[in-house]
């Protein structure tokens, strides 16, 4: 049974987000070409191809350090450490962003159900899911994949 539920979460978590945000037009674009050699395969496979890492094996999961995270992309400052808390879900969580005008938003129906998918407003990145069970003041839970994000330490 636990083999099947390994293979099945897999399967989920494979990449099989949104498509990519083909109409819209982003101040930072590259080629598939240019992004495969600027990213690890892990780092493109997430922010490129909206895959989703597995939970508790991220970098930034259990940081609690105090500083900036930003779009592994291209460097725009997406979360603060201070919005930052612990969510129990193995994905780094914010309450926002650290400005809202440097993430997107788009519908996401790839798992069979509505969610919100963000990404960074400025290249396009697949940064992870807005879910509405997060701590006030917001209520909303930025649930961020690692590989998404490099950290800038204050």
Known sequence: MKIILTAIISFLLAGTGCAQKKNQKFSVTKTDAE?????T???????????TEKPFTGKYWDNHEK???????????????????????????????I????????RDYSL???????????????????FNDGPLP??????????SLTFEKK
């Open 41 to 51: 395969p892990e780092q493109y496979q997430v922010s490129r191809k909206q895959g």
């Open 99 to 106: 400005k809202k005008e440097n993430v997107g938003e788009d």
């Open 138 to 147: 917001t209520g909303l839970r930025y649930c961020i994949n690692s590989a």
């Open 35 to 39: 992004w495969r050699a600027q990213l």
């Open 67 to 97: 500083g900036i995270y930003k779009c592994v992309d291209c460097g725009q400052d997406v979360f603060s450490s201070e919005t930052k808390f612990e969510s129990g879900t193995g994905w780094p969580s914010f309450w926002q962003p």
């Open 112 to 130: 069979g159900m509505e969610r919100i998918e963000v990404h960074c407003s400025r290249c396009g990145g697949h940064l992870g899911h807005i």
